[in-house]
């Protein structure tokens, strides 16, 4: 039912920052008890979660990102947005944007887009 759409730029320079955008239909970032969230796939590697914006406008990132991630919306345009700063080489990845919701064992995926992928340069 949920739709979520990344978008960004393909390339960006290291020490810059990285900032997608995430586009969601079929539902809503600020009604839907979701946690709104991104995570990223390196090459040759397993999905990283980043954070995630709840539909209260909380967030929460990973430990191992914190110092370099913000999520932040649109509610108006029900989108989302990450920005990750200083990039270097090892933030290349696919990035997808998708729902996270409360199971048993913990947070379940939901939803996902099709994914972005971004490549670092020098």
């Known amino acids: 039912q949920v739709q979520l759409q990344e978008s960004g730029p393909g390339l960006v320079k290291t020490s810059q920052t990285l900032s997608l955008t995430c586009t969601v239909s079929g539902g809503s970032i600020t009604n839907d008890y979701l946690f709104w969230s991104w995570i990223r796939q390196p090459p040759g590697k397993g999905l990283e979660w980043i954070g995630y914006i709840t539909f209260t406008g909380s967030t929460y990132y990973s430990p191992s990102l914190n110092g370099r991630t913000s999520i932040s919306r649109d509610t108006s345009k029900n989108q989302f947005t990450l920005q990750l700063s200083s990039v270097t080489p090892e933030d290349a990845a696919v990035y997808f944007c998708?729902?996270?919701?409360?199971?048993?064992?913990?947070?379940?995926?939901?939803?996902w887009g099709q994914g972005t992928q971004v490549t670092v340069s020098s």
């Open positions: 998708g729902t996270y919701h409360p199971g048993n064992g913990g947070l379940e995926f939901g939803s």
